[in-house]
């Protein structure tokens, strides 16, 4: 009888689902400890795996943080019968997003990281603004700088008000970001 059945799993550990596991772990970590304290080694104990599990996917920790952020993010939805609606729609999800537990501590901490590391810069703006510039381009048939200046407006007043406050931006405050946002772009 052989010692395989069909049922069996192949030798090794089992990979499914590390970066979930992972991705997980880093928020989580990073909402506990903040930013800074969040390292690749408290990360990987979160996620109860060996910290060259999370090295072997992910060279630095900022290239892990751009990963999870991506993650968290997901596509932008470009919802709205409207250009008006569709902006308000781009502005309301990125505010959620960043309200997300740990996800705003760990795109303020990458993005602060990035002013002093070309390296992670260039992963930060290739892996995560360039494809939602793009989105927006397209979606609001606008230059690449207006989208870049719009994209800089709404997500530094967000992370500013996080460095500021250690809390997301409140509903009334992001309608007034909105309501500020728009006629720029009409």
Known sequence: MSSTTPASRPPGRPRSGVNDTVFAATLSTVQELG???????????????????????WPTK??????????AFGPVPLEGDSRAEMMSSIIRWSAGKIGEPGVGDAF???????????????ILASR???????????ALDEPEQRVL???????GTLLHRMGMTGEPMVDEDVDALVE????HFR
Request: glycine share 4%; proline share 4%; charged share 25%.
């Open 35 to 57: 930013y800074a304290r969040a390292t690749v080694e408290r990360i990987a104990a979160a996620a109860g795996i060996a910290k060259t599990t999370i090295y072997r996917r």
């Open 180 to 183: 500020l946002v728009l006629p």
């Open 108 to 122: 303020a901490g990458v993005f602060s990281d990035a002013v002093s590391d070309p390296d992670l810069r260039e």
């Open 62 to 71: 900022g290239a892990l943080i751009v990963d999870v952020l991506l993650d």
């Open 128 to 138: 995560f603004q360039d494809p939602y510039r793009i989105a927006l381009q397209e």
């Open 149 to 155: 200046f719009f994209i800089d407006v709404v997500v």
